[in-house]
């Protein structure tokens, strides 16, 4: 496999990598190239965007949930047919799971891609000191090739020339050019970091200017002659989207809107190729399931955001109530748990209806809950044999208030340095398994296949549905 590629990494943080890789991935879409876009770690906003740009999915390169095997067919698979595929890293270059090493860190992607790393420098506080950050990250580890620079926020061209010189005088690495400091460029953020493009907002208009900007002052021929430099990729030899249909059939209606949008494409992907007809609704909006849902997936997101929303829409709340009652299997993640709950508790204290499968509330609190976790199942149910374990990743502000001490937990948590003490988590009541930690998939293939296995099992559920009594609307 020889796509050209290219890793945008920095040395922390706040660099402007997400907008310097939309900018970079819109400016080549516009020459016509067929860009693949990536996002190093289990991030789902920055990819919103990436994704806007390229007119295509962005795929998530995690090295802590997935195996290095994984981590490649993940690629081989998102670069398909793809002319130049651009990927951004998370948080800085070497920042993994440890500050023991690198693991899950952008630096293991560059070496299970072998591909070079465009450094963002955000040089809006220095010049030639500058050249001191280039040459100890390219010192660091010489697995990692650092081929170039681009500089972020210079004050002015002048600014932008005496740091280029001090870089390549005492590095020899080339800056390919520069982004002015603009406040324009600045992207809204929330709770959980930015907006993403799947909620209202001027976002084409934002990705033309940051396009505009950066083809007028970045050299793109000299990008791209960086990327053509990473050399060719073996080929995946256990291709795991390969399509099986091992599972049977199965509609699975997935939740994605405003609300609901976090959810990696490579699980949507890895249903398809075990059978599954992906349909999508709106919580927002649908006041039906999807015509045959077999099985629903409620993926996280910002439900707290449009609580008020979600709770007016009584009549789909109704027909989920109903779906768990005719025997439906129901997976939630995060965002979704907390739709499943009696309500959502705002940051304004205001409580709003949601579907209630799940006594209790889902209250908003000032605390983050951020950290992968390594999950055990403690016995069968329809996704999971006892005793099997996998990686996710929880993100979220809320909490689970007034959880009944005796309904069942959906994992065990397995210590680990992210999570000190073993504790349960989630819940799974009848055919519901619902939980805050995200999971991808691609770490336990078979997942997928489970849940259409399940879902294939619920016939004409409508029939049953509508012999039953609704359930009384949660106030």
């Known amino acids: 496999m020889n796509v050209p590629r290219l890793i945008l990494a920095a040395p922390m943080s706040g660099s402007g990598k997400t907008t310097i890789t939309a900018a970079l991935i819109a400016a080549f879409a516009a020459r016509g190239l067929r860009v693949a876009p990536f996002k190093v770690g289990p991030d789902y906003i920055d990819p919103t965007y990436h994704a806007l740009a390229a007119g295509r999915a962005c795929r998530n390169l995690d090295a802590w949930m997935l195996s290095p095997e994984r981590v490649r067919a993940t690629f081989a698979h998102g670069a398909t047919r793809a002319d130049l595929a651009l990927v951004e890293g998370v948080m800085g270059l070497f920042d993994g799971f440890s500050g023991r090493d690198d693991a899950g860190s952008t630096a293991q992607i560059a070496r299970l891609l072998a591909a070079p790393v465009l450094l963002v420098l955000d040089v809006s506080a220095m010049a030639r000191s500058a050249a001191a950050i280039v040459q100890g990250v390219r010192d660091f580890d010489p697995r990692v090739r650092v081929a170039g620079v681009m500089i972020n926020r210079v004050g002015s061209a002048a600014h932008a020339q005496m740091t280029q010189d001090a870089i390549e005088e005492s590095t020899g690495i080339p800056v390919v050019g520069y982004l002015s400091r603009d406040d324009a460029l600045n992207l809204p953020e929330r709770h959980l970091g930015l907006i993403p493009t799947h909620e209202p907002g001027r976002w084409r208009a934002w990705l033309d200017a940051a396009r505009e900007k950066i083809a007028a002052t970045v050299n793109l021929d000299q990008v791209l002659a960086l990327a053509r430099g990473a050399p060719p990729l073996p080929v995946v030899d256990d291709d795991p989207f390969a399509a099986h249909n091992s599972a049977g059939r199965a509609v699975i209606a997935i939740a994605r809107d405003a609300a609901f949008n976090f959810l990696y494409e490579d699980n949507l992907d890895l249903l398809r190729a075990a059978g599954a007809e992906i349909a999508c609704f709106s919580p927002l909006r649908d006041c039906a399931l999807p015509r045959g849902t077999q099985a629903i997936y409620l993926c996280g997101g910002f439900p707290e955001i449009y609580a008020a929303e979600l709770a007016a829409n009584e009549m789909l709340r109704a027909e989920i109530r109903a779906a768990h ?46 950290g992968y976790r390594t999950v055990r199942a403690p016995r069968d149910n329809w996704l999971w044999r006892a005793g099997e374990t996998t990686r996710g990743h929880e993100f979220h502000y809320s909490v689970w208030d007034n959880r009944p001490p005796d309904i069942l937990p959906a994992y065990e948590i397995v210590p680990s340095e992210f999570q000190r003490d073993a504790r349960e988590e989630g819940a799974q009541r009848d055919d519901l398994i619902a939980s805050y930690v995200h999971l991808h998939f691609l770490a336990r293939p078979e997942l997928a296949a489970r849940l259409i296995a399940a879902g294939s099992r619920i016939p004409n559920w409508k029939r049953v549905v509508h012999a039953l009594d609704r359930a009384p609307v949660v106030r």
Request: aromatic residues 4%.
């Open 325 to 370: 009652r005719a025997g439906m299997p129901i997976y939630a993640e995060c965002g979704g748990l907390m739709y499943l709950t009696e309500a959502i508790v705002d940051a304004q204290n205001a409580a709003h209806a949601m579907v209630g499968i799940l006594p209790g509330k889902s209250v908003l609190t000032g605390r983050l809950t951020l």
